[in-house]
C-alpha cells in the first residue's frame, strides 16, 4: 500500500507577498478534489491538513495486523464508480485500480435464506423471485426507471445547486418513465416502496438495507428514493473497491496535484480563516503562521465547524448562525475492524460469501425497531450492520484463505440509555466500547455461528475514537449532517443555501456539509473549486481549461 503522507507532504513555502491563488484546508476527498481542479485551471494551490496524513476518512492501515489491510473509516465506493467529478481526473493513470467482489450484496435471513444484489441484473432479478412470484417482474421495473433517468439523477446529483439542465432533462424523461407516478414512488418510505413493488421480503430487504446507509429510517419520506438509488448504483455500477486499500484512492489524487505543482502540508490544523472588508484573506493555523490566499479559501470542513469556528461570528449574518443551532447531523457510528483465520462461516452459504458488503438484521421490521432505538437515544440491542469482506472484494488485502472484514452501525449522538442489559451510557469509554463491540459480534453470530472463533485481531472505533482521527466526523457523524429531505438540496446546511458560496467573499464550502452531502464522489469539492474559479477574473479562461481536461477525458 502506497503511503499517501509520504507522497503528498511538502515543505512549508518561503514567505512571499501574495502566497498561493488558494488555500485548501483539509486533504479530505473533496478537498484534494478541489485542489487538483484548481491547479488544472492554472491556480497554485496550497492544502492544509490537521492529520499527519491526507485522506480525511479514505484512509486504509494495518493496524489491526500486520497481514491484513484495513480500511479506517469508509470502504466501498459506489458513488466514486459513478462519479463523472472522478471520471474527469483520470486517476488510473496515477495507478488507481479498482476491484469487485462476485457479488455487490447480500442480506441473508435467519432461516438461511438470501437475497442478492448481482451485477447482473437478470441474475438479481431471478434471486429474488425465490421469494415470491412476479417479484423477477419488480425488480425489472425498478430497473428500468433507472434505464430511463439514471443518467439524469447522476448530473442532478453532481451539479452545482439548482442543477437546472438536468433537472429539465430529468422532467421530460421522467414523463416517459411513469411521470407523477414515479415521482410518488421515489418520495415514499422505503417500507412502503418495499410493499408496493415486492410480494416477498428479498426485494423489501435490498431497498430499505440500502436505505439505512444513510440516517433514514424504513418510514422515513424519500427512504425510498435513497434505497433506490443505492440500489440501482450497485445494480449498474457495483460496490467498488480500491486495489490495496481505501488509501490508495487518496494516493492517487495527491500524486495527480502534486504532480501538477500542488503543494500539500499534513500536520498543519487551520484554527481560523482571516476575514478583512468581508474577504477571505488568509488562514491562520495552530502554529501560528499565516498563510494568504490570493483568490480563495476552500473549507472541506463541515458547517458548523467553519461558521462560528474558523469564521469569527462577527463575519456572519445573524439569521445564518441562527440556523445554524438547527443544523442537524446524522447518527453516530461504531466500527469495528477483523482479522480473520478463515471466510466467515454464514449459514446462507455462497450467497452470503461472496457478497463484499452484508447486510445483518433480520427482517425489514427489525430495521424500523433498530431505527426506532436510535431515534429514541436507546444503544441498539441488535444493531444493524453493515458489514464488510475486503478480501473477497480485494484479494490483496489479506493473506490467501483469510478475511480482512469490519463492520459498522449507527449509535445515538446523545444516549438516554440502552435497550440492551449493559446499561451503557453513551460514554464510550474503553470498557463500553469493548462491550457494545461484543454485541456487535453476536449480532454476526446470528447469521454466521463460530465467527468469533475465526477473529485473530480486532479494532474498535466508538464515536470518540473516529472524531480524534478525522474531525469531520463530529460524534462518529459520517454523511456532514442528516440526509432526511428537510436538509438538502437548498436547504443544504441551512435554508436558502444549497450552494458553496458563503457569506464571505472568497470563502467557499467544500465539504459533505454542502449539496450533494455525504459519499465519497468529489462533488462538493468540485462545485467549491468551481465557484471559486467563477468569482475570479480570468474564470471563463479558468473554465476552459476545465472544458478542455473534461473533453480529453471523455475521448
Known sequence: MTAPAAAGRGPAPAPDAGGPDAVVVGAGPNGLVAANLLVDAGWSVEVLEAQDEPGGAVRSDRAVHPDYITDTFSAFYPLAAASPVLARLRLEEEGLRWSHAPKVLAHPLGDGRCAVLDRDRAATAAGLADFADGDALGWQRLCGIWDRLGDSVLDALFTPFPPLRPALRMAARARAAGGLRTARALLLPVRRLGEEEFRGEGGRLLLAGNALHADLAPEAAGSGGFGWLMSMLGQFHGFPVPVGGAGELTSALVRRLVRRGGVLRCGEPVTEVVVRSGRAVAVRTAGGETVPARR??????????????????????????????????????????????????????????????????????????????????????????????????????????????????????????????????????????????????EQVERFAPGFRSLVRARRVLAPPALEAMDANLRDGAINGGTTAMHQQLFLRPVPGTGRPETPVAGLFLASASAHPGGGVHGAPGANAARAALRSTRPARRALARLRETGDRARH
Open 296 to 441: 480563495a479559501v476552500l473549507a472541506d470542513v463541515t458547517a458548523p465547524a467553519l461558521y462560528g469556528g474558523l469564521v469569527d461570528p462577527r463575519h456572519l449574518p445573524a439569521r445564518l448562525l441562527d440556523d445554524l443551532r438547527r443544523f442537524a447531523w446524522d447518527w453516530g457510528t461504531f466500527k469495528v475492524d477483523w482479522a480473520l483465520s478463515a471466510p466467515v462461516p454464514w449459514t446462507a452459504g455462497e450467497a452470503a460469501a461472496g457478497a463484499g458488503t452484508v447486510h445483518l438484521a433480520d427482517g425489514v421490521d427489525e430495521l424500523t425497531r433498530y431505527s426506532a432505538q436510535l431515534a429514541m437515544g436507546r444503544v441498539p440491542d441488535r444493531p444493524f450492520l453493515l458489514f464488510g469482506q475486503m478480501t473477497t472484494a480485494d484479494p490483496t488485502r489479506s493473506p490467501a484463505g483469510t478475511e480482512s472484514a469490519w463492520a459498522y452501525t449507527h449509535v445515538p449522538r446523545r444516549v438516554r440509555g440502552d435497550a440492551g442489559d449493559a446499561g451503557l451510557t453513551g460514554r464510550w469509554d474503553a470498557h463500553e466500547a469493548e462491550v457494545f463491540a461484543d454485541r456487535v459480534e
